[in-house]
């Protein structure tokens, strides 16, 4: 199951730079991850400065 990014994202970027696979991109109003390309490592997740990206 793909990682997401829930409403407590405040659009900081950082998450998108980790991720090795190119899976998170800019949405209209915060980060999006595609879960077809998404390969469930957690990098995204442990760089989260709030904490808004979820198993």
Do not use: H, L, W
């Not at 991720?19 to 469930?40: E, K, L």
């Amino acid at each position: 199951m793909a990682y997401t990014i829930t409403d407590k994202c405040v659009s900081c970027g950082t998450c998108e730079g980790e991720c090795p696979v190119s899976a998170i991109s800019q949405g209209d109003t915060q980060f999006n991850i595609d879960a077809d390309a998404c390969i469930d490592c957690g990098t995204c997740a442990s760089v989260c400065p709030t904490d808004a990206i979820i198993a």
